[in-house]
Nanobody, 127 residues
Framework: QVQLVESGGGLVQAGGSLRLSCAAS????????VGWFRQAPGKERELVAA????????TYADSVQGRFTISRDNGKNTVLLQMNSLKPEDTAVYYC????????????????????WGHGTQVTVSS
């Protein structure tokens, strides 16, 4: 069992930065692939970034490539999402997700493959 809690959201002006944190409890987190997803009002949930168990494989949505960075610290049971050069279209609720059923060097990009989800943190980017 893994429990996930997101933090770090807030209101920021376009061009600014935020760092989201996903804190996990549960002994299987270090063996879990982790992803960040987001959902804006009236839109479907979409993958933002994902990182493999090993941390060696990372994948990003085209819309955030070059602006967002995902990283993990298994010693602290934490996954971070550094978001730079934020745009109004990045406004959404951001969710952290984890799955223990993933190859060690593969990032998981499909939301339905994740077993555990946090409650989300709101990110609002003003123009």
């Amino acid at each position: 069992q893994v429990q996930l809690v997101e933090s770090g959201g807030g209101l920021v002006q376009a061009g600014g930065s935020l760092r989201l944190s996903c804190a996990a409890s549960g002994r299987t987190f270090s063996n879990s692939a982790v992803g960040w997803f987001r959902q804006a009002p009236g839109k479907e949930r979409e993958l933002v970034a994902a990182i493999s168990v090993s941390g060696n494989s990372r994948t990003y949505a085209d819309s955030v490539q070059g602006r967002f960075t995902i990283s993990r610290d298994n010693g602290k049971n934490t996954v971070l999402l550094q978001m730079n050069s934020l745009k109004p279209e990045d406004t959404a609720v951001y969710y952290c997700a984890a799955t223990s059923y993933a190859p060690p060097h593969s990032a998981v990009v499909v939301g339905t493959k994740y077993d555990y989800w946090g409650h989300g943190t709101q990110v609002t980017v003003s123009s």
